[in-house]
C-alpha cells in the first residue's frame, strides 16, 4: 500500500503570512495527488486536484506543486476563513485504491 | 443542485452489522465510481470502499471481509453493508463522488455509526 507522509500535523501563522504544507508519497504517484479542506463538522471540500489543479470556484490563494514521491500545498496569504485542517490524497489507478495523508491543522496565531 | 445524501447510521453492538445508504440527485450516478470514506472522532480520513461504474468493488484490507459495497444505478442509490463490526469503525461515513485521477468533488454530510456494547 502506497503511504502518504503529510507535514507538519499543525502550524500557527498569522493573517497575510505563506503557507505551506508537503506531502511525500512511499512510491511514485506521478500526479495522483489531491488536497482538500475540512472545517469542523463539515464535509471535505476538493482544493486542488492532479496536483496542480485549483477547482472551480476556489480561490487562487490556494495552490499546489509536485510529482512523483513530493507534493507541496500553499496558501499564499493566510485568511482567516482559511482556519481549517488540510488533507492530502493520493490514487492508485492500478488498485483503486487511495489514502490520505494525516492532516494539517492550520491556526490562526 | 447535485447531492449525495446518506442515511442509516445508528448504535450497533459489536459484532452487529449496518446497512448505510448513499442517495444522489443532480447528475448521472451511473458514470461516476463512487467511495465510501470514514472518520472516526477527532481523527483523519479512512478510505473504506470503492464501486466502478461496472459494479467492479474495491477495498482496503481493513474492511475487506466485512464491509461490501452495492449500487442501484435505477434508483441512483450507493450501499455499504457492514458486517462483524468493531468499536473501531465507530465514525462517521461519507460517501463522495470520484472525478479525473482519483479527486473526490462531491461528498455527502456523512453519517455516524457508533459501535458500542
Known amino acids: 500500500d502506497i503511504q502518504m507522509t503529510q507535514s507538519p500535523s499543525s502550524l500557527s501563522a498569522s493573517v497575510g503570512d505563506r503557507v505551506t504544507i508537503t506531502c511525500q508519497a512511499s512510491q511514485d504517484i506521478s500526479n495522483y495527488l489531491n488536497w482538500y479542506q475540512q472545517k469542523p463538522g463539515k464535509a471535505p471540500k476538493l482544493l486542488i486536484y492532479?496536483?496542480?489543479n485549483l477547482e472551480t470556484g476556489v480561490p487562487s490563494r490556494f495552490s499546489g506543486s509536485g510529482s512523483g514521491t513530493d507534493f507541496t500545498f500553499t496558501i499564499s496569504s493566510l485568511q482567516p476563513e482559511d482556519i481549517a485542517t488540510y488533507y492530502c490524497q493520493q490514487y492508485d489507478n492500478r488498485r483503486g485504491a487511495l489514502t490520505f495523508g494525516g492532516g494539517t491543522k492550520v491556526e490562526i496565531k | 443542485e447535485v447531492q449525495l445524501v446518506e442515511s442509516g447510521g445508528g448504535l450497533v453492538q459489536p459484532g452487529g452489522s449496518l446497512r448505510l445508504s448513499c442517495a444522489a440527485s443532480?447528475?448521472?450516478?451511473?458514470?461516476?465510481?463512487m467511495h465510501w470514506v470514514r472518520q472516526a472522532t477527532g481523527k483523519g480520513l479512512e478510505w473504506v470502499s470503492a464501486?466502478?461504474?461496472?459494479?467492479?468493488?474495491y477495498y482496503p484490507g481493513s474492511v475487506k471481509g466485512r464491509f461490501t459495497i452495492s449500487r442501484e444505478n435505477a434508483k441512483n442509490s450507493l450501499y455499504l453493508q457492514m458486517n462483524s463490526l468493531r468499536a473501531g469503525d465507530t465514525a462517521v461515513y461519507y460517501c463522495?463522488?470520484?472525478?479525473?485521477?482519483?479527486?473526490?468533488?462531491?461528498w455527502g454530510q456523512g453519517t455516524m455509526v457508533t459501535v458500542s456494547s
Open positions: 464501486i466502478g461504474t461496472a459494479g467492479d468493488p
Open positions: 492532479d496536483a496542480s
Open positions: 443532480g447528475f448521472t450516478f451511473s458514470s461516476y465510481d
Open positions: 463522495a463522488r470520484m472525478i479525473r485521477l482519483g479527486a473526490f468533488d462531491i
